[in-house]
T-cell receptor
Framework: ELKVEQNPLFLSMQEGKNYTIYCNYS?????LYWYRQDPGKSLESLFV?????AVKQEGRLMASLDTKARLSTLHITAAVHDLSATYFC????????????FGKGTKLSVIP | NAGVTQTPKFRVLKTGQSMTLLCAQD?????MYWYRQDPGMGLRLIHY???????AKGEVPDGYNVSRLKKQNFLLGLESAAPSQTSVYFC??????????FGQGTRLTVV
């Protein structure tokens, strides 16, 4: 059974600082996704990582995937208040199962 | 494009009542998913489908049933609602290994 763990679950950071959110998954998966959720809203896709070593960047966010370590990271550069949200990673199990399993999410608060 | 549409957006049920949540997607996606979101628990997979006429259990399937009679629709049923099923329910769809697109959610309260 695929399990996905994120840490930290809560993150309060100052504007302008850098930080990394970690996502570990328990079994083989080479499909990793990052989503953003604002309070009371649905989930918005941020990144799709489909192979080992994949790196994607959009603005102040950069995501990477290391399938050998079963680890994905979401790096935040020079945080701004607009990045305050909950960030989820999700992994897709394969071998005919195709379950999309989410971590518990990281609630990010960027403070002035 | 409407994307993924969930009906209804809000619902209050009494314990023991039944209801069906409808998820409709217009992207011709093969995969569809039902999740529930509870504070501190992230999104937990209830049931999913990899194609028309097929369904499979996820992490928390008890108390729920699903059907996928048409490719574009995925229905989630609660036969006898319980207060523990109070949650926000999200439907999602995807094409193969691309990202899943989510509906706007259904906030269900069981009293």
């Amino acid at each position: 059974e695929l399990k996905v763990e994120q840490n930290p679950l809560f993150l309060s950071m100052q504007e302008g600082k850098n930080y990394t959110i970690y996502c570990n998954y328990s079994t083989t998966s080479d499909r990793l996704y990052w989503y953003r959720q604002d309070p009371g809203k649905s989930l918005e896709s941020l990144f799709v990582l489909l192979s080992n070593g994949a790196v994607k960047q959009e603005g102040r966010l950069m995501a990477s995937l290391d399938t050998k370590a079963r680890l994905s990271t979401l790096h935040i550069t020079a945080a701004v208040h607009d990045l305050s949200a909950t960030y989820f990673c999700a992994a897709l199990s394969g071998a005919g199962s195709y379950q999309l399993t989410f971590g518990k999410g990281t609630k990010l608060s960027v403070i002035p | 494009n409407a994307g993924v549409t969930q009906t209804p957006k809000f619902r209050v049920l009494k314990t023991g009542q039944s209801m069906t949540l409808l998820c409709a997607q217009d992207m011709n996606h093969e995969y569809m998913y039902w999740y529930r979101q509870d504070p501190g628990m992230g999104l937990r997979l209830i049931h999913y489908s990899v194609g028309e006429g097929t369904t499979a259990k996820g992490e928390v399937p008890d108390g729920y049933n699903v059907s996928r009679l048409k490719k574009q629709n995925f229905l989630l049923g609660l036969e006898s609602a319980a207060p523990s099923q109070t949650s926000v329910y999200f439907c999602a769809s995807s094409y193969a290994v691309t990202e899943a697109f989510f509906g706007q959610g259904t906030r269900l309260t069981v009293v």
